[in-house]
């Protein structure tokens, strides 16, 4: 339950002594969460009995377990559950932004690792890609379209039941992608284990965590996220550069056969576009 969520619905339903306390849990979550019973009541103006109805109000069995549920969404953070109206950042800083974490990330992964990611990428029958969520389901796709143009087989899958199918699918000399920017995704995690089970090699795009603990070549990165929350996450960006580096080094290793294959995609494409030498290749 988003016992947060639960408190704004039914504030308007709950007797004027349950308001009271509605009122000072919202104000400040994180203080509720933590708060004796006993100052609660005093912060409120109101007596036990009422906090005790309102636990009773939201489904918790008791205080105790609505204690609970505010220190769980008291973990989200502060910068979610405040209700101060937030300044809107100008155009620059989001630019800043992208340039920032870029500056964080560059170097974190070496010539050492991009060699023997691109070495068993270059090396396989077929790469499997496995992305999930908003970010990682648009890379995902992202890898595949820079991996297919340099005549490598690839797909890319960011449903769980079809990354555990297609992962129990692998031979010995398939290689699975793995990306993630948090570096804790559950179902990657699981199709990752599956795939290892028969064989293939791994390669994951992500921070320090289980998914990175999985791999056999980890390529890192690092994600920053600031206080402002109403920006998309700029960290998308490290991992798009990731993936980047990571395609050209592929591409450089085939050189001949990337050159052909990216001369009938440019080829056919300025036929389409009727346009000129320089336009992107494809995006």
């Not at 143009?149 to 690839?154: E, F, K, N, Q």
């Not at 995704?185 to 992500?206: F, M």
């Not at 990216?262 to 995006?283: A, I, N, T």
């Amino acid at each position: 339950m988003d016992i947060v969520s639960a408190i704004k619905e039914r504030l308007s339903h709950l007797r004027p002594s349950e308001q009271k306390v509605a009122k000072v849990i919202l104000s400040d979550v994180s203080y509720a969460a933590s708060a004796s019973i006993n100052e609660l009541a005093d912060k409120a103006g109101t007596s036990h009995t009422s906090i005790t109805r309102l636990a009773k109000a939201l489904e918790c069995k008791n205080v105790r377990e609505l204690k609970l549920k505010l220190a769980q969404s008291a973990a989200v953070g502060e910068r979610f559950n405040s209700t101060k109206q937030v300044e809107k950042k100008d155009i620059p800083a989001i630019y800043q932004a992208i340039h920032d974490i870029l500056e964080i990330n560059a170097g974190l992964i070496t010539d050492e690792t991009i060699q023997q990611a691109s070495n068993v990428i270059n090396a396989a029958g077929h790469t499997l890609i496995f992305g999930v969520g908003g970010g990682s389901t648009v890379m995902a796709q992202e890898c595949h379209y820079r991996l297919f143009r340099l005549d490598l087989r690839s797909n890319a899958y960011s449903d769980p039941m079809l990354m555990r199918m297609t992962a129990a699918t692998v031979d010995t000399d398939d290689v699975v992608i793995c990306l993630s920017l948090g570096g804790v995704s559950p179902d990657v995690q699981v199709a990752a284990k599956i795939a290892k089970e028969y064989g293939a090699h791994v390669v994951a795009i992500c921070p320090e965590g289980p998914l990175a603990d999985l791999a056999d070549v980890h390529l890192s990165i690092e994600t920053h996220e600031t206080d402002y929350i109403f920006k998309p996450s700029a960290s998308r960006y490290v991992m798009l550069a990731a993936i980047d580096i990571l395609a050209s080094e592929l591409a450089i290793k085939n050189q001949r056969k990337s050159r052909e294959k990216l001369r009938r995609l440019k080829v056919h494409l300025d036929e389409h576009r009727d346009s000129s030498d320089r336009l992107p290749l494809g995006d």
